[in-house]
């Protein structure tokens, strides 16, 4: 038996030497290869080999270290992210690697968001969409030469989600063939743009449009805001950094406040509609493709900026787990580890399982859209609103699972998972502002229940419904027929849990009961939301139980890897079963001795699961840079680590004013008066 | 009262008190500001002669506007320490100093790899009968004291607790004073090793610190010796009781209990008012737009916290009124009531600081993306309370511990004993026992708009879950047999048992303060709000009623529908409910939450002083885009 290297004796010399044993330990039980479920998880060796390459080019270049990130102001992020972007821009060009090359995708899961820029990307590709061809030739290339700064002002201090609601307004002038673009009132001031408080020198600017007295709706407009010559904002702008938020202070989300300001014709984005010189408003082609494009990226946002950090989170987690010895579980032997706790495991591993659902199910919804492009394309736009409500109910579902899978990591880490240093704060603080932007998730999850309701009532009704929403008109089940506990890691059986549509029935019926009663539509409809949001939820869990379901069936059965995967699927759809009890008892779809069996083979599969837990959260591959963790690296030297890091603090190397001008009055004042 | 109002005024309109806006300052600066404030505060209160401990909290709580501080230990742990642990002649040698503050303390107990199992602690103090001193030790990395507030830059002392050893034997955790850093020039001792543990989640202003001790010698007359001490030779003398310790931590629970009803009423304001301010979207076409508060959603996000922070609240004033009132026979030696009391905090600390924990993000998110932004003020209620559900007991430690009385005092029942106080619904077990039935199946007869019948409903609850837990424990122990491990296997079924215990526990107390209120207009608006806490906890759950047969599906139903349209009741009353926990605008810190609604000028306000907007053109384009662009 070999000492936990956690008590290692503090020589004190500062060299971290070799991989904790307890951590060690973990990685010799294995049931699976590791190398095998990494290279599945980026979609072959190959791309784990360009992944690896790149992350290597970045993370020897000392331009791009994070270390000291925990430590800094909003306004040295700030400039390390400008510097970074900058220097990003370098790099490129000296690595060959371009904007649409495959490695661009690792770049940017690598650097985490924690880079300037980032709106640049979404002005150039928002001229690019929404553009006339003569626009994206103007624009494009001085974009991409960064001789112009872009942002994308959509967002009012009054209005978010509901864009019909923005106040900002553009009067078309026909004698200057302009627009006049205007903030009314201070609500209407653009608010949360990024790039804008401080970088940009363009943007575009979402606003009523004004053609003779008659408002035509939100449209795109190009402003320039600020000087191309020393940076300061134009007449009739007012600009700036909205403050320090609960995270991004990397980024300088703006306000914009715009009085006359005035943009010729050609400004207003117009592949799908256009101003003319004596002001007539065309509108051409059909803006469903842009629809599209909106949609998508919602789903765009899942991967890296959602359930990459419930993966971090969750490797954080789990490797300080395996290393943080508390308490005894037998008399006389060694503290055990926490990661043997029964509570323990029942807080991290269904997480590891979700974020592992949420890998497949992404890829499962990449799929689904890259086909909708093609139908789309060729003027098919049939499957559109069954598109339009995967984006939003699964954007809602999963940010608002990864948020708090990743705020269950933080709290199992005890106070150590308080410190910056372990990671864990900073990934909680970023994965939450994921639940508002692109759409609220409440808002997101009625809108799925609007397509849901329409499904069903269309089935009622005997006509076809899309192919994702089938079970709806499905005959009810009758009683569920496990017997014995084993009965229950089938996905046959616990498929059909997930399938009962009672909430959206009971909701539809309660709707129409409603409205017969003479309540309003909107009136009735408000009244059944808090139940909709649950039957929409309901819906995107049981397809992710589904696609979870099926892509184990479709893995490899070599290198253990179908097994384990298998095991997590099955702690994924017990630990849904388990949270929800009631919706499965009510309606005597389960009795309470088969609830009793379920609980058993979900806390049986706890402690399966637990002997791959490490090489499992292993196999996403991250370097100890990108964790950025004192608790979660690699080797699990987690207290030597945190002990030196903290002394880099610069609260320990300046010498605090506070003392002298404050602690020391206060002691010799006493001191004289004693 | 009028004389807090003065006293709140006082500080509130104190030029001394007065700084920049913490969300703009750094860490460095917030530290600085606060010890600043702190330092006056303590001139101030010597010149108001203010030394009653609740005057003090509250002058404090408006100092720092109910935020952390660097001499928090100081006053909350080290005086009071000394107080209760240190002989006459010690409080003699280092009161006075300390209360003067010559000398400023800390408490030392959380190490590197150590907090809620204190057995663990590694830190060691040796005596030496030569020169009658203690040596002490941080043997290890994990033994390095990691945490501790006011340790980091501030304290020139701490109360160090350490495993004692002498002639040769450990004798356990005691707790020494130890000298850290020297009178005048503030720099540490030889053999001390201290610093700030760096940046946190929240808790900016705080120095918490680390302490690495060498071979630090202290005299034997620094070993708190009011109970357990260490005679000149090395003879070790026990201490005579050592449930003592329970009362300490009961208050300190019961303080985190009240916390949590603070910190979620004070979300809770700024997310209900907010609400009011906002519109958003159409209910109806063609209508202007409505109040977000008036959306089904929105309601059902907030109004059952609410209830919660009002439920929370006179849960903090029971464990404080029954521990003042017991503290008389804790001192007198009667320490009967503790057990129960010191379980029943544990797990009502885990239960409400989880809860309001989840309860403050709630608001956050219900406010959208402004939540997000710091002048709402929520990021910052957020991250000074989340650490509570760590501190001063893990929270699953503590539903454990619950949970280890609720076993206890069933097996007591099956054994045919009696059991009084809030576990008293164990009893009913007995009666059960001829019947192979589970205890719950009895069937309980719920009405539902009657708080005094969904306070059954609970019980029978937790009854049955008590019950559930102990069985597989029970099972377990006839499987295997090590009892650590059998109660390991069962600890998922535990915390739920405790869980339900102490809901249990809170819908009682909230039904029961209902006949406390004389006016009948209050009385009705806080039945309303006891309806709602009550029915959405099972709204919640469930799959516990039904599974236990003490709801049918049909009540399952109803309590849904009651659920919504409580929601509709209260929504008239919803501000004038926040506006009665009476947050001071610059107590609430919150440009969403202001008393007078005018959220958007001000939050423009609010932006320009933002860091960020100190110079018209950052730094930043000079020194990075302009380059750049002129490389390009």
Known sequence: VTAPASKVSLGYDSVLSGVNPDLASERLTASFSVEKLTARLDGGAEHTRMRRAIVEAIESDPAFSRENQYFQSQNERYEAAVRRAVHLQKKMREMGWTENGPEIKYIYRWLSGDIAFLLHRVFMRSISVLGSDKQVAKWIPLATEHQIIGSYAQTELGHGTYLQGLETTAVFDIATQEFLLNTPKISAMKWWPGDMGRSATHTVVFAQLYVHGKCYGVHPFIVQIRSLQDHSPRPGVTVGDIGPKMNFEHTDNGYLMLQNVRVPRENMLSRFCEVQPDGTYVRWGSQKINYFTMTTVRISILSDEVILPLMKACTIAIRYSAVRRQSKLKPGEQEAKILDYQTQQQKLLPQLAAAYAFHFINIYLHELFDRGYQEIQGRNFDSLPELHAFSSGFKAMVTQYCTSGVEICLRACGGHGYSLLSGLPSLYTRVLASCIYEGENTVLFLQTARFLIKCFMAASAGQPIPPSVTYLSSAKPGKCPAKDKLDFLSPDVYLKFFQFSRLLSSSAAKLQHLIQSGAEKHEAWNQCTVQLVKAAQAHCHYITVKIFVETVEKLDNKAGIQKVMKHLCDLFALHGIFSNAGDFLYDGYLSGAQMDLVTASYLDLLAVIRMDAVPLVDAFDFTDKSLNSALGSYDGQVYQRLYEWAQKSPTNQQVSPAYGKYLKPLLQNRLSKL | ?632
């Open chain 2, 1 to 632: 009262g009028r004389r807090l109002g003065e006293r709140e005024a006082l500080v509130i309109n104190d030029p001394d008190f007065q700084h920049e806006d913490l969300n703009f300052l750094s860490r460095s600066q917030r530290y600085e500001q606060a010890i600043r404030k702190s330092s006056l505060m303590v001139m101030k209160l010597r010149e108001h002669g203010i030394a009653d401990p609740d005057e003090i909290y509250w002058f404090k709580s408006f100092v720092h506007r109910g935020r952390p501080e660097p001499l928090d230990l100081h006053l909350g742990m080290f005086l009071p320490t000394l107080l209760t642990q240190a002989t006459p002649e010690q409080q003699d040698r280092f009161f006075m100093p300390a209360w003067n503050l010559e000398i400023i303390g800390t408490y030392a107990q959380t190490e590197m790899g150590h907090g809620t199992h204190l057995r663990g602690l590694e830190t060691t103090a040796t005596y030496d009968p030569a020169t009658q001193e203690f040596i002490l030790n941080s043997p290890t990395v994990t033994s390095i004291k990691w945490w501790p507030g006011g340790l980091g830059k501030t304290s020139n002392h701490a109360i160090v607790l350490a495993q004692l050893y002498t002639q040769g034997q450990c004798k356990g955790l005691h707790a020494f004073i130890v000298p850290i850093r020297q009178l005048g020039t503030h720099e540490p001792l030889p053999g001390i090793t201290v610093g700030d543990i760096g940046p946190k989640f929240g808790y900016d202003e705080m120095d918490n610190g680390y302490l690495k001790m060498d071979n630090f010698r202290i005299p034997r007359e620094n070993m708190l010796m009011k109970y357990a001490q260490v005679e000149p030779d090395g003879t070790y003398v026990k201490p005579l009781n050592d449930k003592l310790t329970y009362g300490t931590m009961v208050f300190i629970r019961s303080i985190i209990v009240g916390d949590s009803a603070r910190s979620l009423s004070r979300a809770c304001t700024i997310a209900i008012r907010y609400s009011a301010v906002r519109h958003q979207s159409e209910l109806k076409a063609g209508e202007p737009e409505p109040q977000i508060l008036d959306y089904q959603t929105q309601q059902y996000k907030l109004f059952p916290l609410l209830a919660t922070a009002y439920a929370f609240h006179f849960v903090g004033a029971y464990i404080k009124d029954t521990y003042r009132r017991i503290s008389g026979d804790i001192i007198e030696g009667d320490l009967s009531e503790l057990p129960e009391l010191h379980a029943l905090t544990a797990g009502l600390k885990a239960f409400t600081s989880w809860t309001a924990n989840a309860g403050i993000e709630e608001c956050r998110m219900a406010c959208g993306g402004h939540g997000y932004s710091r002048c709402s003020g929520l990021p910052d209620i957020y991250v000074t309370f989340t650490p509570s559900c760590t501190y001063e007991g893990e929270n699953t430690v503590m539903m454990l511990q619950t949970a280890r009385f609720l076993v206890k005092s069933y097996t007591q029942v099956s054994s045919g004993q009696r059991v009084t106080g809030m576990v008293s619904y164990l009893n009913d077990l007995s009666r059960q026992r001829i019947q192979p039935q589970h205890v719950a199946a009895r069937p309980v007869t719920v009405r539902i708009n009657d708080p005094i019948s969904l306070v059954e409903a609970y019980k029978a609850r937790a009854a049955r879950l008590v019950e559930a837990a102990a069985k597989n424990l029970q099972a377990e122990l006839n499987h295997r047999k090590s009892k650590e491990d059998a109660w390991n296997r069962t600890s998922v079924d535990l915390v739920r048992a405790s869980e339900a215990h102490c809901h249990y526990v809170i819908v009682k107390l909230f039904t029961a303060k209902l006949s406390e209120i004389s006016n009948a207009a209050v009385r009705a608006v806080m039945t309303e709000l006891c309806l709602l806490y009550a029915l959405y906890g099972i709204s919640k759950n469930t799959g516990d009623f039904l599974q236990a047969g003490i709801l049918t599906d049909t009540q399952v139903n109803q309590v849904n529908q009651h659920v919504k349209e409580l929601l509709a009741i209260i929504r008239p009353n919803a501000v004038a409910l926040v506006d009665s926990f009476d947050f001071h605008d610059v107590h609430l810190g919150s440009v969403l939450g202001r008393y007078d609604g005018n959220v958007y000028e001000n939050m423009f306000e609010w932006a320009k002083k933002s860091p960020l907007n100190k110079t018209e053109v950052h730094e930043s384009f000079h020194k990075h885009l302009k380059p750049m662009q002129a490389k390009l």
